[in-house]
């Protein structure tokens, strides 16, 4: 079981089940992830030397060589006529393990994802930064790249991604795409990034803001006339700001905060809810950002942004508590799912066609 060929092998398995993820863990078998359940494609049971010799083959260089030293990697992966995927090979009780997503092959619309429709200003903005934030596997990425096709398909502009691993390929349309792969073209987010200003962009499109550097150098790009777009992983409006600080030294946060007030133009915010039609459905808040917010952000009183929403939204902004209620409103998600994920149930109740308690 040690030939390579046995991962493309399963990997076709996994795209002709219309699987997402492959699952490959020491003494179980090979399994799936198919419609939200695990499933085994096989019986026989892997050993972690089997793991790593299947997989470290499909692995770029980079990727090999940080887990030989720390033994995690994160890699993309092609398969010529099945597909893309992201690779993630790691350790588990000291074996080897991995767990591989299947990337889309086609590039969704705002309009396949069934965003509100003031999501689609965002691609109009002229410069500054535009923060998506939510937690892991909420669709940022996926929203991102929706707003990326919106632009493409309206706007000359030359745009830049960095991205690790990239996933969607971009085609060119009215702009001109580059798309840059942490670990096959650029070694790290901060150095794609620098060397991204020296070609002339008009849109930067940094896929996670994970380290301090990236952060002060996408704030900077903004500032001096780029448009900007990165995602961070959080829960709302008010921790997306804040982690742009607190990533910093004490000594620096209220530096970065005086810029970070300057340069932001707009935060989305999403999380992934179940649908009574069975698949998930975004639930989202924005916030297009004007004179108040960007005081609130100056003296890191980020309480009162939520505020900031209601009053800006002649500007595009809108609640959590208006969308959800939209999805109940629209017969996509039950009440209940709303109040469950809501942070105003008294705003969203408000916002219902018959309000809970009644009817």
């Known amino acids: 079981m040690s ?12 795209v002709e089940r219309g699987g997402s993820d492959l699952f490959l863990v020491a003494d179980a078998p090979v399994c799936m992830r198919i419609d939200g359940e695990i499933e085994a494609i096989d019986t026989a049971k892997l050993s ?3 793991i790593e010799n299947a997989v470290l083959p499909a692995l770029t260089p980079h990727a090999a060589q940080a887990y030989q030293t720390i033994q995690i990697a994160d890699s993309s992966y092609r398969l010529e006529g099945v597909g893309r995927f992201r690779i993630n090979l790691h350790h588990e009780r000291g074996r080897a393990a991995a767990t591989i997503r299947a990337l889309p092959t086609r590039v ?3 309009q396949d994802l069934r965003l509100p429709s003031p999501v689609a200003a965002l691609a109009a903005l002229p410069h500054g930064l535009v923060l998506i934030g939510g937690p892991a596997g909420a669709g940022k990425s996926t929203t991102l790249a929706a707003l990326i096709v919106e632009i493409n398909r309206h706007k000359k502009r030359h745009i830049v991604t960095i991205e690790d691993p990239i996933e969607y390929e971009h085609a060119h349309g009215s702009s001109l795409i580059e798309q ?3 670990g096959i073209d650029a070694p790290d987010f901060p150095t794609a990034l620098r060397a991204a200003l020296r070609q002339a962009p008009d849109i930067l499109v940094v896929g996670e803001m994970r380290d301090p550097e990236t952060m002060r150098i996408a704030i900077a790009a903004a500032e001096t006339g780029h448009l900007v777009f990165s995602t961070l992983h959080t829960t709302d409006i008010a921790s997306t700001i804040g982690r742009i600080a607190d990533s910093f030294p004490l000594e620096r946060q209220h530096t ?22 069975g698949y998930r459905v975004p639930g989202t808040e924005l916030l297009m950002v004007g004179y108040g917010a960007r005081q609130h952000i100056r003296r890191n009183a980020l309480q009162h942004l939520h505020q900031e929403i209601t009053i800006t939204k002649a500007k595009g902004s809108f609640t959590l508590e208006e969308t959800l209620a939209n999805l109940v409103n629209q017969g996509l998600i039950d009440k209940e799912e709303a109040l469950l994920h809501s942070n105003h149930p008294d705003d969203l109740n408000s916002f219902l066609r018959t309000p809970v308690g009644r009817g």
Request: glycine residues 10%; proline residues 7%; without cysteine.
């Open 3 to 14: 030939n390579p060929m046995h991962l493309d092998q399963w990997l076709t398995a996994l």
């Open 48 to 50: 972690g030397g089997e």
């Open 108 to 110: 969704p619309g705002l």
């Open 180 to 182: 840059v792969e942490i």
């Open 256 to 277: 970065i905060r005086q810029e970070l007030a300057m340069a932001l133009s707009a935060v989305l915010t999403q999380i992934l809810l179940p649908g009574k039609n």
